[in-house]
């Protein structure tokens, strides 16, 4: 099993431009949860996918963040216009939704660090 | 609004000694409780997860136990290594309707040889 898979793993950018960050779950996996990590804010939930469907995106920031999951292999995190406070780790993690039989356990990709000056 | 709150932020021990990490929350009304490992540069991998109908989990050197009703979680290391050295996070499952993952900001700590 190949674990989430994240990219690009680093990330340098300037101000205002385009952020996409990609991540594909762990096949069979029906949830998935964008977080964001910085020293002062610890892991914060940005936004999770229930079957490709947005179930809560109330801990994105604000209207620059948009998130995507067209299908169930694949999801973006894109960032228009970037500011350098968007500097953190993005993680990308996948589940399969608690239920009888599911525990919920919670699978961590790599992270992509994303610096924007 | 769940809060997680993981004492203390920094440990240091020497090898071979047991230790305990903890962590609390304020709404006892969780789906389950997981402890995670992160090494610096690195993703958070999972070390446990207890569900809310369970008291602890146990996997090799590591025990984690679940006292619901005061909101309060331990981490046991036995016997700890300098590989141990690592970030270790709690995270409570919880949210009416959704499943929200809300973590603590974790210990660090560090085995000395």
């Known amino acids: 099993d190949a674990g989430v898979i994240q990219s690009p793993r680093h990330e340098v950018t300037e101000m205002g431009q385009e952020v996409t960050l990609r991540c594909k779950p762990i096949?069979?996996?029906?949830?998935l949860f964008w977080y964001r990590q910085t020293m002062m804010r610890g892991l914060e939930l940005l936004i999770y996918?229930?079957?490709?469907?947005?179930?809560?995106d109330s801990g994105m920031p604000e209207d620059r963040f948009s998130a995507k999951m067209p299908n169930a292999s694949f999801s973006t995190l894109k960032i228009q216009p970037s500011e350098p406070r968007d500097s953190a780790v993005y993680f990308c993690?996948?589940?399969?939704?608690?239920?009888?039989?599911?525990?919920?356990?919670?699978?961590f990709g790599e992270g992509s660090r994303l610096t924007v000056l | 609004k769940q809060e997680v709150t993981q004492i203390p932020a920094a440990l240091s021990v020497p090898e071979g000694e047991n230790l305990v990490l903890n962590c609390s929350f304020t709404?006892?009304?969780?789906?389950?409780l997981q402890w995670f490992r992160q090494d610096p540069g690195k993703g958070l991998t999972s070390l446990l997860l207890?569900?809310?109908?369970?008291r602890e989990q146990t996997s090799g050197r590591l025990n984690a136990s679940l006292d619901k009703s005061s909101g309060r979680s331990t981490l046991y290391i036995a016997a700890s290594q300098p590989g141990d050295s690592a970030t270790y996070l709690c995270?409570?499952?919880?949210?009416?309707?959704?499943?929200?993952?809300?973590f603590g900001k974790g210990t660090k700590l560090s085995v000395i040889p």
């Open positions: 993690a996948s589940s399969l939704a608690i239920g009888q039989a599911n525990t919920g356990e919670l699978f």
């Open positions: 096949s069979g996996h029906n949830s």
């Open positions: 996918f229930n079957n490709n469907v947005p179930i809560d």
């Open positions: 709404d006892s009304a969780i789906y389950n």
């Open positions: 207890i569900q809310s109908s369970q």
């Open positions: 995270a409570v499952a919880s949210g009416a309707g959704s499943y929200q993952l809300t």
